[in-house]
């Protein structure tokens, strides 16, 4: 019974996908509400606090658990391993105002398509529907079961053939009412958020109330001046973080909102076509393209016609793409699966630009209504910007670790202070003040703020660099990363492709090769039509657009394309384009080339296809060009050379692009409709017409840059789309596989029948011909990367990739930490690889293009798009230099900006517990500080050094190990108590020795000096005081010691922390911070050293004998020399803790690092021209869920 309840109460919202989330039942009581309120009160409003910060506290105070069927809130879980809570009303949509014919349907469903969520969620006879509203996402409880559903969507059960009957009349007035009501909107509606409640959420940060209580605690106390200059930097800093986020707000308001009214035209059943505010979009609706631009305001899934549209918006390349209508089978397949995992070239995305409409036999073109509002495309990547992914990053939490280690020394100090007054028989008030005073000096509520400076700083500086980031936080992973996976074409290599040559097939044997550019043009052959027809240019204002490839390729033929607007009438283009020769053509006798149909490429299918028409002419004929492999596996075998593999290798192992043609001439009747035409049917038994060779030149600063992330031991590793010994060539030609390393081909095949799947180790054979590589080199590739001693590099294709995943998932990390080349890799393949190197702790960067890599972009630690924009939704971080320098220089701000983080941190620290050490010693004899004391040591030298110490730049050499990545590391751990125990034993020694000069005495009333050099009267121990308000300040040769000892102190360990080389510039590069460290030193001196009574008077200080003074400056210098020595020579010595582990045995726990020792011992690793296969037993077969889901995608 009890599990029953347990299953009722709970269950997963969006289940699988990427933002998974837990959900909870519970019900509001009114006399829990009632206490919770009275507890409200009598705490002054700080349990309401507690529940603002803790949201789950809050529900399970007011409510009691129950099944989500009765619930009327509900607390929602990430999955994650950060498990944030929220909670939200379940409400009520009403059905019944809208006066709807009940049973107008024959099995009285509200509306027509009988699998539609919204017939299962209506409580009927009510017609009332329970919802939910989690993120901008509309769900609504499905009754059938028990489970809250996504609304705002077509069912993805659908079938082909069930939208086009279901919805390709639209839908009927009542549908759409019923529809509206449920869905909502068709927006993507952001809200400009009101000053005062960005204000509100600010300064309820936990960091503020405590800044709220430290300063009313000090405000109590008379530190009037430090308060207010502390008041007036936290009003900046929020007044400067709410103007960003309200800038921010406005902008992404003022992206979206002009697309939220946009004017369609909707088919009705009962009232046809009609013009009506795209807002009133539902899920089903019939829309009309009616030739004109159009900004899409909805996902929508095309039934008729075809469509070019830039997709720049989504893919940051504004290369339009063609859009070809769904076809019309009876498959019983959903009509995702039925498109080959490839059903994006049916959809119209939300956000992306209609620039033209071809139509077909029947009129304009039309597309059904898929998703709308924050369903869609453009909402979902809204919804990442509004609500991104907390980044996992150790710094932070361990930042949070540290502040509670620092709490614990605090209520230490606490509870000394109570005893110490307590058994001074103090009043209570000054008890209570005088210890919180202690406990809130070990905190400096600066700490979360000064994680974040060294961050913007380096913000800044990339800026300059013009390399841009929408996620400031990911800066500080950046310097950890030591694996960057590169894209090939327009990454590493130039974007442009030229053209090199062709090798026309006849007979089944490869002719001689055209070389490009040649004085004699192309002859005219089955081999120059493909290359006329067989692409996706279009022609738009009088300019050719289109992929860059096809573009060379159709220049090589010197054909001319026809402009298709010239031929546009009121509702659009016939879905033709004519291709003519031009005049430097070879001569044709043909007058041009229709192109009737296409089937477009995608990098799932490797291949694209059109079918053609001579002018004139009744014959049909088809051209398909793409992946040799894949296109040679559709050609008739007697039409393919019997060399032809041994060609496509010789080129491709040559760095060249290879593209390959085929022809079939098509039996078709006259007046065919071609949207009928089944791919599957057309696309087979080709005859094989030849080679495209296209060259593609590594970029100018690729080998630069390569080498300078193998010096830093950083891995280079490829993920390209195309042709795995093209891949291969570059990746040696640039330097990610030395000279004399061995490539081992990994093929992995699928089970077939009853032979298991199998995996094949290949020694790619021009490496044979390295072999006899002197030692030195071989030593040399040894070392360039991190903990690596192997020789070897491994290289695979996505199939066999995919492959490996599903059924040798064991050997995948044996593979990946040897892994540099992974060709014909799907989208989803790279997102799917990326998680598979973080699963083995490696610190991932990712560079791309933008357009295929978005996944993998948003996957990596780090996602760099080389892309003109200012700032590309696809990935945190965007560089309009489109080439891989951005790389090296965004690790090395990141190390920068990692260091900086730190030496804030352990500077704040010890600026903290300075001042607990000097208060706690002067509190033994129940003093205090003065007011100016405390202003100087934390406005002009602590508040400065916060923002300035992190202005030093990143070095520009890249040192081959990374920064630590943790705050409880040794070296750091270990600098900080060391540098405690100096600042205790000099305050400590100051404290004691000043008791035994023989001028001392306990308290003093006169503060001048006598000839003598001592102080005159003293007055009697009987006056001894605190400093607090109303109180005469008290004058001590303690507080005269203490003050000089800790305030210099602060300035030591500033400088001391400000650490330049591996990872920054020298200190004395960072001006502003040098002269502010100097000037700080000065004003303390003088305020020491100066006989001067208004200066003695102020500071609240003693005349010391000169001598003293001495004493204390050398013991300052002892410090100095002590605390530099030990940071410097001791804990920032790389070889002296590298010894040290070796000593200790100690060893990384990184998964990376194990694997890379084990393979190490292991003689039969790696395997070469061997073959395996997988176990029988099913417990080794493994499915990535992460890479089936991005597939699906």
Known sequence: ??????????????????????????????????????????????????????????????????????????????????????????????????????????????????????????????????????????????????????????????????????????????????????CGPNAIEVEIHPVWKLLFKEILNPFYVFQAFTLTLWLSQGYIEYSVAIIILSITSVGLTVYDLRQQSTKLHSLVEEHNKVQVTVCTKSEGFKEME?????????????????????????????????????????????????????????????????????????????????????????????????????????????????????????????????????LFGLIYTVCVFVSHEKPVADVVVMSLLLFTATVPPAIPAALTTGTVYAQRRL??????????????????????????????????????????????CFQEIHKFPSSTPLPWGPLCRAMATCHSLVVLDQKIHGDPLDLKMFEGTHWEIEDSS???????????????????????????????????????????????????????????????????????????????LKVLKTYTSQGFRVIALAHKVLNLGKDVDMSNLEREEAESGLEFLGLLVMENCLKQETKTVLQELAAARIRSVMVTGDNLQTAVMVARNAGMIHTGSKVILVEANEPEGSAPASITWRLAEDCKANTAVPSEVCAEEKITLEGETSNFHFAMNGKSYQVIIKHFYSLLPKILVNATVFARMSPGQKSSLV????????????????????????????????????????????????????????????????????????????????????????????????????????????????????????????????????????????????????????????????????????LASQRHCSPGNQTLSSSSPGKNSTSSSGQSPVLSYEDTTLWPLSSINCIIVAFVFSKGKPFRKPIYTNYVFSVLLALQLAVCLFLFLADIEAVYSSMQLLCTPVIWRVYILLMLLLTFCVSFFTEDVILQNKHLWLLIKAWSGYQSNSPYQKWQRMLQRDPSWPPVNTKDLAAESMDEIYINPSYEHSEED
Not at 152 to 159: A, F, I, K, M, W
Not at 292 to 303: N, Q
Not at 474 to 483: A, D, H, M, P
Not at 952 to 979: D, F, H, V
Request: proline share 5%.
């Open 566 to 644: 010239t031929a546009q009438d009121g509702a659009g283009v016939a879905d033709t384009c004519v291709v003519r020769p031009g005049p430097n053509a070879s001569s044709a006798p043909v007058e041009g080339i229709v192109i009737l149909h296409q089937f477009p490429f995608s990098s799932g299918l490797q291949r694209m296809s059109v079918v053609s028409q001579k002018i004139g002419e009744e014959q049909y004929d088809l051209y398909m060009k793409g992946a040799p492999e894949m296109v040679s596996s559709f050609c008739r075998q007697d039409t393919v050379p019997a060399d032809f």
């Open 835 to 1002: 998680e598979e190197f973080q699963k083995l702790n490696y610190y991932v960067g990712m560079c791309g293009d933008g357009a295929n890599d978005c996944g993998a972009l948003k996957t990596a630690h780090a996602g760099i798009s080389l892309s003109e924009q200012e700032a590309s939704v696809a990935s945190p971080f965007t560089s309009q230099i489109p080439n891989i320098q951005c790389v090296p220089e965004l690790i090395r701000e990141g190390r920068a900006a990692l260091v900086a983080s730190f030496g804030v941190v352990k500077y704040l620290t010890l600026y903290g517990l300075i001042q607990f050490v000097g208060t706690a010693l002067l509190f033994w004899q129940l003093q205090v500080f003065g007011n100016y004391q405390y202003l100087i040591q934390d406005v002009v030298i602590t508040l400065l050094v916060c923002l300035t110490m992190s202005l030093t730049e990143a070095y520009p050499k890249l040192a081959p190990y990374r920064p630590p990545g943790q705050l409880m590391s040794p070296p750091l751990l270990l600098s900080i108590i060391l540098n405690v125990c100096f600042t205790l034993t000099l305050q400590t020694c100051g404290f004691l020795l000043v008791k035994q000069q023989p001028w001392y005495v306990e």
């Open 278 to 410: 795209s807002r009133y979009l539902v899920p089903g609706d019939m829309l009309l393209l009616d030739g004109r631009k159009l900004s899409l305001p909805c996902d929508a899934v095309l039934i008729d016609g075809s469509c070019i549209v830039n997709e720049g918006m989504l893919t940051g390349e504004s290369i339009p793409v063609t859009k070809t209508p769904l076809p019309l089978t009876e498959s019983p397949m959903p009509w995702k699966a039925h498109s080959e995992g490839d059903y994006r070239r049916h959809v119209l995305f939300c956000g992306t630009e209609v620039i033209q409409t071809k139509l077909k036999g029947r009129g304009p073109a039309r597309a059904v209504v898929l998703q709308t509002g924050f369903n869609t495309a453009k909402g979902d990547l809204v919804r990442s910007i509004l609500y991104p992914k907390p980044v996992n990053f150790r710094l932070y939490r361990d930042a949070f670790k540290f502040i509670i280690g620092l709490s614990v020394v605090g």
């Open 463 to 508: 800026k300059k660099k013009k390399i841009f980031c929408i996620s400031p936080q990911r800066i500080n992973i950046c310097g950890q990363i030591n694996l960057v996976c590169f894209d090939k074409t327009g990454t590493l290599t130039e974007d442009g492709l030229d053209l090199w040559g062709v090798i026309p097939s006849q007979g089944s």
């Open 1 to 182: 019974m009890e599990e029953k309840l347990w299953g009722d109460h709970c269950g997963l919202l969006n289940k699988g996908e990427d933002n998974e989330l837990e959900i909870f039942g519970y019900k509001s009581q009114g006399c829990r509400k009632a206490l919770c309120i009275a507890g409200y009160i009598l705490s002054c409003g700080a349990l309401l606090l507690l529940f603002y910060w803790k949201p789950e506290w809050d529900v399970w105070a007011n409510c009691t658990r129950c099944s989500l069927e009765e619930a009327d809130i509900v607390l929602l879980r990430t999955t994650d391993e950060f498990q944030r809570y929220t909670w939200k009303k379940v409400t009520w949509i009403d059905l019944s105002t809208l006066a709807l014919p009940i049973g107008s349907n024959s099995d009285g469903t509200l509306v027509a398509d009988k699998d539609s969520v919204i017939n299962r969620a209506v409580m009927k006879p009510q017609l009332k529907v329970r919802c939910i509203q989690v993120q901008k996402i509309r769900y609504i409880w499905d009754f059938s079961v028990k489970e809250f559903r996504k609304v705002g969507s077509l069912e993805d059960s659908n079938t082909c053939h069930s939208i086009h009957r279901k919805f390709g009349a639209g839908l009927t007035r009542e549908d759409q009412k019923i529809r509206q009501l449920v």
